[in-house]
Nanobody
């Protein structure tokens, strides 16, 4: 089992940047494929980005391609999401998720993940 804690959310103006972090504990971080999801009020939780256990492959939702970058440092047990050129529609609670997995296919469905953090709020406003 792994515990996940997100941080780095906040208020930002359109066009700004934020870097979210997800600190993992309780098990070997490199055993897990990781993902970022987000949920806006009144909407379902949606996929944002995913990365395989060894950073071999990544995947992004169309909404974030070219603006978001997912990365991880296994030695620091930490997952990141760099978000640039933020838009008001990026406003949501952002969650990191983990799945014990050594496949070389990023997991893009929320049903594929067993462990979730508590979320961090990102608000983009002018």
């Amino acid at each position: 089992q792994v515990q996940l804690v997100e941080s780095g959310g906040g208020l930002v103006q359109p066009g700004g940047s934020l870097r979210l972090s997800c600190a993992a504990s309780g098990n070997i971080f490199s055993n897990y494929a990781m993902g970022w999801f987000r949920q806006a009020p009144g909407r379902e939780r949606e996929f944002v980005a995913a990365i395989t256990w060894n950073s071999g492959r990544t995947a992004y939702a169309d909404s974030g391609k070219g603006r978001f970058t997912i990365s991880r440092v296994n030695a620091k047990n930490t997952l990141y999401l760099q978000m640039n050129s933020l838009k008001p529609e990026d406003t949501a609670v952002y969650y990191c998720a983990a799945r014990s997995d050594f496949a070389q296919r990023p997991r893009t469905s929320r049903e594929e993940y067993a462990y979730w953090g508590q979320g961090t709020q990102v608000t983009v406003f002018s």
